[in-house]
């Protein structure tokens, strides 16, 4: 990922190893990266068992909060591309029990659909 494009909220996906190291307190026994991706700071992560949302927060980015979600808990799913006037795609998830999705914004040239595809590969 480039300076610039993570400056403009620009998701590109990440090296699974790399991944892997940075996780290796978060991820259980058997349990592999599969994929990922990252916005400014914030990371989406595909393993074996979940989806891992990483929000990086402060100044610093040194406080970090883990939404660790199992694929049977997400109900549905959408996403939304960018137009010509809505530069941002959207991702949304909906998780049993709960009303209001999670909702993550993605700048236009971000791989909204590579994202899309892996949650149905999961989900589905």
Do not use: C
Not at 23 to 51: A, P
Not at 78 to 92: H, R
């Amino acid at each position: 990922m480039g300076f610039l494009d993570g400056l403009m909220g620009n998701a590109s996906e990440v090296d699974k190893e790399k991944l892997s190291k940075e996780l290796k307190h978060v991820l259980i026994n058997d349990e592999i990266v599969e994929s990922g991706y990252k916005v400014i700071r914030d990371s989406f992560i595909f393993t074996n068992k979940r989806l891992i949302l990483v929000d990086k927060q402060g100044m610093t980015g040194k406080k970090v909060e883990y939404h660790s979600i199992p694929y049977k808990t997400i109900t549905h799913f959408s996403t939304e591309t960018a137009g010509s006037f809505d530069l941002d795609s959207e991702l949304k998830i909906w998780l049993s029990g709960q009303s209001a999705p999670i909702e993550k914004l993605f700048k236009k040239d971000s791989p909204i659909e590579d994202v899309q595809r892996t949650l149905a590969q999961y989900v589905l």
